[in-house]
């Protein structure tokens, strides 16, 4: 199983970036992804997960700090999760992981980062004031 994060850069504040987690070996319509960010001297931080179904569709989850600022989406047939930064802000600067859980995750343990089983090595996002 891969997950290889792609798209962080350095920008602005205010400008954005669309980071991409592509993922293989694994049947990806079969889990929820998730993204997640750790600043340097920091704790890694939840930052949006997206689960789906075939009946109910997809389900999205924020951190609020990033609430209408951050859109997580995803594209079942390319395999692959996508997080679109907007309105960035110095605070933002971290580097970015995407992670898989199962299907079946709570949205409380997407939101605290367990049942995740697989990680991408992140990509770095860095916001100049």
């Known amino acids: 199983v891969q997950l290889v994060e792609s798209g962080g850069g350095l920008v602005q504040t205010g400008g954005s970036l669309r980071l991409s987690c592509t993922a293989s070996g694994l049947t990806f319509s079969n889990y929820a992804m998730g993204w997640f960010r750790q600043a340097p001297g920091k704790e890694r931080e939840f930052v949006a997960a997206i689960n789906w179904s075939a009946v109910s569709g997809e389900t999205t989850y924020y951190v609020d700090s990033v609430k209408d600022r951050f859109t997580i989406s995803r594209d079942n047939p390319k395999n692959t999760a996508y997080l679109q930064l907007n309105n960035l802000k110095p605070e933002d600067t971290a580097v970015y992981y995407c992670?898989?859980?199962?299907?079946?995750?709570?949205?409380?343990?997407?939101?605290?980062?367990?049942?995740?089983?697989?990680w991408g090595q992140g990509t770095q996002v860095t916001v100049s004031s």
């Open positions: 992670a898989a859980a199962p299907l079946s995750t709570s949205p409380t343990r997407l939101r605290i980062g367990v049942n995740y089983d697989n």
